[in-house]
T-cell receptor, first 113, second 114 residues
Framework: QQQVKQSPQSLIVQKGGISIINCAYE??????FPWYQQFPGKGPALLIA?????SEKKEGRFTISFNKSAKQFSLHIMDSQPGDSATYFC????????????FGIGTKLQVIP | DGGITQSPKYLFRKEGQNVTLSCEQN?????MYWYRQDPGQGLRLIYY???????QKGDIAEGYSVSREKKESFPLTVTSAQKNPTAFYLC?????????????FGEGSRLTVL
């Protein structure tokens, strides 16, 4: 059972365009929503994260939009660059004495010149 | 530099053999994790450990075993009971807090069963 649904699985964007990746969740106990970026042959690294008490968080060209009522959140990459080509994972976790993160299936982004 | 070191980076195994993947961290993190990554399936949790000498099964623990004898080390053994072991394995760690936080990943180990 997939607790975090991510789409699309692959995305091709032209350089300078906006990349948008969407995620939806069911468990209302989730209270931390990170996005991880993974380059080929490497481990994922935290890109940006948000908590449900805010609707948007921006760090440079990367923005998370969060809709608590719809249980959806999305990653926007503005002015996409070829160096952004990677796989992006959304994730969600909840407190409970330990950290256990549930990941989406990933989106492979290709930014073409 | 602090980080997580996984070895080997590539490993080939014959069917019926057990293999052990190494994971060492010098971040002084309490919690450590093993994930398996397959195309189109994201990252799935195999085992996790909150403290030394304690570990818990994740979502896909069958055919795997772990130990946590030292805070810095969390090796994963892929046993012959694992039916489909070919995958990319990722070790991660985090500060153990009641609140959620960042996972730090190693560079992964790619296991291929011949």
């Amino acid at each position: 059972q997939q607790q975090v649904k991510q789409s699309p699985q692959s995305l091709i964007v032209q350089k300078g365009g906006i990349s948008i990746i969407n995620c939806a969740y069911e468990n209302t106990a989730f209270d931390y929503f990170p996005w991880y970026q993974q380059f080929p042959g490497k481990g994922p690294a935290l890109l940006i994260a948000i908590r449900p008490d805010v609707s948007e968080k921006k760090e440079g060209r990367f923005t998370i939009s969060f809709n608590k009522s719809a249980k959806q959140f999305s990653l926007h990459i503005m002015d996409s660059q070829p160096g952004d080509s990677a796989t992006y994972f959304c994730a969600a976790s909840w407190p409970g004495g330990y950290q256990k993160v549930t990941f989406g299936i990933g989106t492979k982004l290709q930014v073409i010149p | 530099d602090g980080g997580i070191t996984q070895s080997p980076k590539y490993l080939f195994r014959k069917e019926g053999q057990n293999v052990t993947l190494s994971c060492e961290q010098n971040l002084n993190h309490d919690a450590m994790y093993w994930y398996r990554q397959d195309p189109g399936q994201g990252l799935r949790l195999i085992y996790y450990s909150q403290i030394v000498n304690d570990f818990q099964k994740g979502d896909i623990a069958e055919g795997y075993s772990v130990s946590r004898e030292k805070k810095e080390s969390f090796p994963l053994t892929v046993t012959s009971a694992q039916k489909n072991p070919t995958a990319f394995y990722l070790c991660a760690s985090s500060i153990l807090l009641l609140d959620a936080g960042e996972l730090f990943f190693g560079e992964g180990s790619r296991l291929t069963v011949l």
